[in-house]
């Protein structure tokens, strides 16, 4: 199984990039890659880069160039305090870009034409490790205070980050199997974001995030491989 696992934010990239020592990172036109081997798989691991820009460049670069069977991407997010925990990891099973400003026609189709509803039926039915699957909003910038009663109300939002949503909707374009996993480092309300100005905290929150992540990524590669081969699982 050709597997690629995308990683967006550079906080995240350098932290995968130290659980690896001694791998070989070569240059790709979009960020670093580098192939490493775990358990049985030996998948392609590729920065990304953050933003919707690069996520959605690197997402049809590594499909047109690798034609992988599974595109992987594991990564952070901020949760809505009161209505999801710090430490979840979450299983997305649809994607919104929210932050499209149409003021000539419908908004509503704007913004239903950039929203992905991911075919996971390949996926175990009991999933290999503990998530919670649900709904990620994405947005070119972080969590807007202001912006939270509307992504609660709108979209029955509990989490956001930056980049799932332009890579949901690509691979969805392509047909292309696609897993995501992200985490909630930080919690925002309505008096702020608690990693706001402490970029430090980020970077710690992150790298615990990131560990289990690549931890438990073993784990989802074998439920699915059982899929692939006919077990029930």
């Known amino acids: 199984m050709k597997i690629f696992v995308i990683i967006s934010a550079n906080a995240e990239w350098q932290v ?33 880069g953050w933003g919707k820009i690069s996520a959605a460049a690197t997402t049809q670069f590594i499909i047109d160039h690798y034609h992988p069977d599974l595109m ?11 209505r999801i925990e710090q430490g979840i990891i979450i299983l997305v099973e649809k994607t919104i870009i929210y932050d499209i400003l149409e003021q000539m026609t419908d908004a509503e189709e704007a913004i239903d034409h ?11 039915r009991i999933t290999p490790t503990p998530v919670s699957r649900g ?13 939270i009663p509307m992504l609660v109300e709108k979209y029955d939002a ?11 909707w690509v691979a969805n374009k392509n047909g292309q199997r696609l897993l995501i996993l992200r985490g909630v480092t ?16 980020f970077v710690g929150r992150t790298k ?4 289990r992540l690549i931890d438990v990524l073993p784990k989802w590669l074998k439920g699915i491989e059982k899929v692939k081969l006919g077990y029930r699982v």
């Not at 992987?72 to 009161?82: D, I, S």
């Not at 509990?158 to 949901?168: L, N, Q, R, Y």
């Not at 615990?208 to 560990?211: H, V």
Request: a negative charge; proline letters at 4%.
């Open 72 to 82: 992987v991407n594991l990564g952070t997010c901020g949760g809505f305090q009161g």
């Open 16 to 48: 995968v990039k130290s659980l690896f020592p001694g791998i070989k990172v070569e240059e790709t036109p979009f960020g670093e890659c580098f192939d490493v081997a775990i358990e049985q798989w030996n998948p392609t691991f590729f920065h990304g």
């Open 158 to 168: 509990v989490a956001a980050d930056w980049e799932s949503g332009a890579i949901a």
């Open 114 to 124: 950039y929203s992905t509803k991911l075919d996971l039926n390949w996926l175990p």
């Open 208 to 211: 615990e995030i990131m560990r």
């Open 135 to 147: 709904l990620l909003v994405s947005a070119d910038r972080d969590i807007v205070v202001e912006d």
């Open 186 to 201: 930080d919690l925002v309300s309505n008096e702020g974001g608690e990693v706001y100005g402490d970029y430090e905290m």
